[in-house]
């Protein structure tokens, strides 16, 4: 369980950085 979270939060946690990434740009 410890070892899927990771993987399946992973696509959630690189947009979740690319929309902060942006709005630090903006």
């Known amino acids: 369980m410890m070892i899927l979270v990771p ?5 959630y946690f690189l947009i ?8 630090f740009i903006k």
């Open 16 to 23: 979740f950085c690319f929309y902060n990434f942006c709005s």
């Open 7 to 11: 993987y399946a939060n992973f696509r």
